[in-house]
């Protein structure tokens, strides 16, 4: 994929972070979010960034760059046409290691890659596990809001995605317990409401 490269002469961690919004805006393009209100889709892999960078992140105040960097990328590669060496090019081996870690199969069925989740989620790197924490946070954020969340998405379908996140997250929470935490919360005794009717976000979980 062609896109602007910055001079890489400027160490500030700011620079460095502007940068890789920008690069990863221009990647994702067009696209939107699914929600009601199809917001620009950066919006979400910079929501996944600001939650590893704040608190109760167990990164927070002093998060890497890298873990970052890859946080704002890690869908550029599963749904756009950016490639591995792209990525390698523009921010080195570390960052796109993290970003292919936290990439689908897109050749699996969806069953196959929500199933792979799950069993590669403790074997991932830390980076990878931090990523994916604060992915599921924001998703699950977002599921929990009629503005949030997909339209046309069933109760029955947003209790199954928050069990089928448990799982992944089960998997690598000890990585960031303040994440954790929070995610645990949300499996416990967060609800929904949907058609004017309030429902636990996960069914099965006290």
């Not at 960078?53 to 869908?75: F, K, T, V, Y």
């Not at 990585?175 to 636990?200: C, D, I, M, R």
């Amino acid at each position: 994929m062609s896109l602007p490269s910055s001079s890489s002469s400027d160490p500030s961690v700011v620079s460095q972070l502007l940068a890789t919004a920008h690069w990863a805006a221009l990647a994702h393009g067009q696209q939107r979010r699914k929600s009601g209100s199809q917001p620009a889709y950066i919006q979400h892999p910079l929501h996944v960034a600001s939650l590893l960078a704040s608190p109760p992140s167990s990164l927070c105040p002093d998060p890497p760059l890298e873990i970052l960097q890859a946080a704002i990328l890690h869908d550029t590669v599963e749904d756009t046409d950016v490639t591995e060496q792209d990525l390698q090019d523009r921010f080195g081996p570390v960052v796109t290691r993290i970003v292919m870690e936290c990439s689908d199969d897109k050749d699996l069925s969806k069953e196959a890659r929500k199933q792979a989740q799950i069993d590669s989620a403790p074997h991932k790197s830390d980076g990878a596990k931090h990523v994916k924490l604060a992915d599921k946070l924001s998703n699950l954020t977002d599921l929990m809001s009629p503005e949030g969340r997909p339209a046309g998405w069933s109760v029955k379908r947003i209790q199954e995605y928050f069990i089928w996140a448990k799982r992944v997250t089960d998997r690598c929470i000890d990585v960031n317990p303040g994440l954790g935490a929070q995610l645990e919360e949300l499996y416990k005794s967060a609800t929904f409401v949907h058609s004017g009717k309030t429902f636990k976000c996960h069914p099965d979980y006290e």
